[in-house]
């Protein structure tokens, strides 16, 4: 039987059943045990993790077993400066710099310029454009500017090279095009570009730990083929399952499809406006058919944005499943709450938004981790370790 959602590293169609992805990935389930070690680990617990919108892995429990004796890892993920962000893009990195303060480590993060030029058609001016209004996103979701490390490829290239031709020298065009799908017509920049990518997964010893949606895990397939060439240990990651488009439960949200999300830079009245406009509802057609069946948790925007996001209150989530589920409260009063939550949570992201430029100084170019990088050339020695 032909399946009916389709993932990919560049698109997401239909209603994604996630344990059958998770099969197809051959990843593995964050387990009620491995959870709670996370969570005794980090002293805290994580709403996102607990929710189990964070729910698939690669290496997590060797991550954590190494951290526990006293190796440690390193956290990596990026940007992809190809417009303004919405609020699907930014829950990563509050998850990312959530797990950089809890467990004390660094966070490298690579700013794709080079890839986004050779992947859309988008002016050098666009770029340089959407990287500075990006990264300003990203230090507002909470990150240690001494150990944090924010690099354009172009720019940071120089540091890089020599690694990413040991890279290079490892990966095959049929590995990349096996993973990625490239095709003859692919520009050579692609083809070339899984070596770049991979290239932070080795800036420290220690195993590198990825937070990404569960579509981008392929990517990483590349390193854990090569790693141990170099005596390296395979990358770990930890995936997130995809935010919903606001319009309903089919593909995720996209910048280009304004109706489909909440942008990082939206006001309180087009928060509003989108939401009652275009929020998928899983209620009722009618009023009496809504009073007589409930709304259908699963499909409903509003809820799902509520549980997976926003609302750390378990009772009041709790009281809102029960309510609406039962018909006693209607769509419109679900889609309020949602309004009032974003507005709080896109009020104090903005505000550190503005006053983000400091940081982000620390973070590309002044602060410790920012020193220590522009001083190092990142060089791949084959040595013998466990992986």
């Not at 560049?10 to 996630?18: A, I, L």
């Not at 006001?267 to 209620?283: D, I, L, N």
Request: charged content about 30%; overall charge negative.
């Amino acid at each position: 039987m032909a399946e009916d959602f389709e993932v990919t590293p560049f698109d997401v169609e239909g209603t994604v059943n996630y344990d059958k992805l998770v099969d197809k990935f051959g990843t593995e389930r964050i387990s009620d045990e491995l959870k709670e070690e996370f969570f005794d680990l980090a002293g805290d617990r994580n709403l996102y993790v607990d929710r189990d919108f964070i729910y698939s892995h690669r290496g997590l429990d060797k991550t954590l077993e190494e951290y526990q004796e006293g190796d440690g890892f390193f956290l990596y993920t990026g940007i992809g400066p190809s417009g303004p962000m919405h609020i699907g893009h930014i829950i990563s990195y509050y998850f990312t710099a959530w797990m950089q303060r809890k467990f004390d480590v660094n966070v490298y993060i690579q700013v794709t310029d080079d890839e986004k030029y050779w992947d859309r058609d988008i002016t050098d001016d666009e770029i340089d454009e959407y990287v500075e209004d990006n990264v300003r996103e990203v230090a507002a979701a909470g990150f240690d500017p001494d150990k944090t490390f924010i690099f354009r490829n172009r720019e940071y290239m120089g540091n890089m090279y020599d690694g990413i031709v040991k890279i290079a020298e490892k990966v095959n065009n049929s590995q990349v095009s096996g993973v990625f799908g490239f095709e003859g017509s692919t520009n050579i920049g692609m083809n070339f570009w899984p070596a770049i990518q991979n290239i932070p997964t080795f800036f420290e010893e220690k195993r590198c730990l990825i937070p990404a949606g569960i579509d981008q895990d392929p990517y990483w397939r590349i390193q854990r083929d090569i790693a141990e060439k170099f005596g390296h240990k395979k990358t770990a990651a930890i995936h997130t399952k995809f935010i919903p488009a606001l319009t309903g439960p089919d593909g995720k949200m996209s910048s280009s499809k304004p109706k489909t999300a909440i942008m990082l830079d939206d006001t309180p009245e087009q928060v509003e406006e989108k939401v009652k406009k275009h929020a998928y509802s899983g209620g009722g057609d009618t009023l009496e058919e809504h009073r007589e069946e409930g709304a259908d948790l699963s499909v409903d925007t509003s809820f799902q944005w509520l549980r997976n996001l926003l609302m750390e209150d378990d009772e009041r989530l709790a009281e809102i499943a029960e309510q609406y589920s039962s018909g006693e409260m209607m769509t419109g009063e679900i889609k309020e709450i949602l309004v009032e939550e974003l507005n709080e949570f896109l009020q104090g992201h903005q505000e550190r938004k503005e006053n983000a430029d400091e940081i982000v100084q620390q973070m590309m170019y002044e602060g410790d981790l920012a020193e220590k990088m522009w001083d190092k050339k990142i060089d791949l020695q084959r040595r013998n370790v466990k992986t």
